[in-house]
């Protein structure tokens, strides 16, 4: 007897799917990226280009890709059957996208170790009295409590010359083991390894089930990182010197808009908070009802991620402030970004206040459960698309199941590397180039051009207020159709004209075969677009006209919110109703 085929799955409630989608967008660069570029890039002025991005290409790009899921009710490869075959490696450039983000499960595993030590007194970062202490490391909180403020040792703590501070050595020698660099891989250190198998055997279980675990899971990991962040916002802005450090988080310096790195660093920090271009709204959004009103949530979302970016922003900076008031330096001394803000800096501040280790194991588990969210986000991407490409062999019982065991088991042996001593350097790399601002861009500039040019923007329009019963502003329409595309355009001729190669932290230079290396990783997800384009033309019969039209135009009618039926699509009443192609070609 032939295993039944099961149907695709919706979410059971419509917070599950508002939690899991606030979840995926609110993530680690809301609370490590965004402060720190405010404060690089002028403060408050900042916020211009920001919100200058955020409405011309972050919320459009934003719904389209959540229109996209509802409405076609597929994954992220084959959503694109029914929008325009043609860029049908859209999907494919997504999915690799997303098998380079997967490295980012790393990071978690450094917070669950941290997350282990912050219930030791002292905080092993606070001192300089462990195995993997040099003779240059400084306890900074000593030195405060007994005020030796030493401006020449802080000068040389920052630059890392002749001092480092006890936070520094820790991530540097006590969590990490650091090698020389790429080139010196070094043995695997264990502890990290793991947490890296706690990590993935977690996510594993956040989405064995589809969004039937999903569903439960976002109830506590959605929800807790706003209520740690209120917490350590709360007590940020109680500390002395707090103030100091939110003036210099928002001063405005009018100077800077001039400045086009700042414009392509707000264009990009907008698309990676949003989520854009990473298949997710569309996985997500494919497990709606029909008829759920996902422009309304798009636009609560979006107003959602933005606010906590700003928010955070303050947290962030009244403990920077803190720790530069406690130091008597001045601020910009102690800010960092990304990591070195979330495993030095940070730490380090909280190793200075009363109960050191609750602040920071609520910091810790904020982190966790900020990357969890969108790690399993990711994860859920690759496995529906893949479900969606052979539903009568993958929606069987148990597939699901089997399938994500042998994809995290694969993964976890490929990120073994990640947990050597010189681990660090090999994430840096791929975290610059697997996933950077060019090859999202990129996307984003095709699914605008497929959707706008060829599935219509007027008929996206009318599958919008089909939907939901509203139509979207027209700055939507016009936005689908010239400003975004015109906006990723520029920005992705910019980033290449303005394109720095990779250093690590201290001054270190990649060997020089390492940045071809970088450069394949980028340019696989985007020649997956082209290559998809050009091997369909030559592969479908007719002349060359012929083959643009039937690849241009949809193979199958989105599913009718009214019979929750799809039916194929005649291509001659397709040309009827959409901008006919002889007026493109």
């Known amino acids: 007897m032939e295993t039944k085929v099961e149907k695709r799955e919706q979410w059971r409630k419509k917070r599950e799917y508002i939690l899991a989608s606030a979840g995926n967008v609110v993530g680690l660069g809301n609370v490590w990226r965004f402060p720190y570029l405010c404060y690089k890039n002028g403060g408050g002025v900042f916020l211009l280009p920001y919100c200058f991005f955020a409405l011309l290409c972050g919320l459009p790009l934003f719904l389209l890709e959540t229109v996209i899921g509802q409405y076609m009710q597929e994954g992220a490869i084959t959503c694109w059957t029914k929008v325009c075959p043609l860029a049908k490696g859209t999907g494919y450039s997504i999915i690799i996208i997303q098998l380079y983000s997967r490295l980012y499960i790393i990071v978690l595993a450094w917070a669950l170790l941290y997350l282990i030590y912050c219930f030791q007194d002292p905080l092993p970062w606070a001192t300089c009295n462990n195995p993997w202490n040099t003779d240059r490391c400084v306890d900074l909180t000593s030195a405060n409590r007994t005020e030796i403020h030493n401006s020449n040792l802080m000068v040389n703590w920052t630059s890392g010359n002749l001092t480092k501070s006890s936070a520094s050595e820790f991530w540097e020698r006590g969590v990490l083991s650091m090698s020389g660099g790429l080139e010196e891989a070094g043995t695997v250190k264990w502890e990290l390894l793991l947490c890296l ?253 497929a959707v706008s040019w060829a599935f219509g923007a007027e008929r996206m329009c009318d599958a919008v207020e089909t939907m939901t019963g509203q139509r979207p502003w027209v700055v939507f329409k016009l936005c689908w159709l010239y400003f975004t595309p015109l906006i990723c355009t520029v920005c992705f001729i910019c980033s290449f004209l303005d394109y720095q190669p990779l250093t690590s932290s201290g001054g270190y230079m990649y060997p020089d075969w390492a940045y071809p290396l970088g450069w394949a990783i980028a340019l696989s997800s985007m020649v997956a677009i082209p290559i998809w384009a050009v091997g369909k033309i030559c592969l479908t019969e007719g002349s060359l006209r012929q083959r643009l039209l039937v690849l241009w135009y949809p193979v199958r009618e989105p599913v009718d919110p009214k019979t929750n039926k799809e039916e194929l699509l005649n291509h001659t009443e397709m040309k009827t109703i959409s901008a006919p192609l002889h007026d493109i070609v």
Request: glycine fraction near 8%.
């Open 197 to 449: 198998l706690a990590c993935w055997v977690v996510c594993y279980f956040c989405i064995w089930k589809g969004v039937r675990s999903t569903g439960k899971v976002v109830y506590f990991t959605a929800v807790f990182p706003y209520v740690m962040l209120a917490i350590l916002l709360i007590r940020g802005l109680t500390l002395p010197g707090a103030w100091q450090g939110v003036v210099y988080y928002l001063y405005p310096d009018l100077s800077r808009l001039a400045d086009l790195q700042v414009w392509i660093e707000a264009c990009q920090q907008v698309l990676f908070s949003y989520g854009v271009a990473s298949g997710t709204l569309i996985t997500l959004g494919s497990y709606n009802k029909v008829e759920n009103n996902c422009y309304r949530d798009s636009l609560w979302l979006c107003l959602l991620n933005s606010c906590t970016s700003f928010v955070g922003g303050f947290a962030v900076f009244s403990a920077l402030g803190f720790m530069a008031h406690q130091q008597g330096v001045p601020i910009n001394l102690v800010v960092d970004s990304g990591p070195g803000l979330a495993f030095i800096a940070f730490p380090q501040a909280v190793a200075m206040m009363p109960l050191p280790q609750l602040w920071a194991v609520c910091f810790f588990l904020m982190l966790i459960m900020l990357g969890l969210d969108t790690v399993f986000a990711g994860l859920e991407t690759i496995t529906s698309s893949v479900i969606d490409m052979f539903p009568g062999q993958m929606r069987r019982p148990w597939r699901r199941e089997i399938f994500l065991v042998v994809f995290c088991t694969v993964f976890f042996f490929l990120e073994i590397p990640l947990a050597t001593q010189g681990g660090v350097y090999l994430f840096q790399l791929i975290d610059y180039y697997g996933a950077n601002g060019a090859c999202i861009l990129f996307v984003s500039l095709t699914q605008c051009l």
